[in-house]
């Protein structure tokens, strides 16, 4: 079983950086808490995008409640 990769972000300026530095098979699963152009993203990310901020915690949760039956989440 592949672990989730939750990643809350206001912007893109790191986004880049930490999904290019993941090296084991994921599920990635990416907040947006803006609005923002995420094209780039791998063809199986979830991308989730919101129209305002909705804040780190509540983003997180978010997140987990989306893979609700998984092992474990990152």
């Known amino acids: 079983m592949k ?12 986004l880049w950086d930490a999904v290019q530095s993941i090296d084991i098979d994921v599920r990635l699963c990416v907040i947006a808490n803006g609005g923002h152009d995420y094209g780039w993203l791998p063809d199986d990310a979830w991308l989730i ?10 983003a997180v949760n978010l997140g987990l409640a989306c893979y609700p039956s998984e092992d474990y989440w990152m």
């Open 49 to 58: 995008d919101l129209p305002h901020n909705i804040g780190y915690a509540a």
């Open 3 to 14: 672990p989730v990769v939750i990643i809350p972000t206001l912007g893109r300026s790191h």
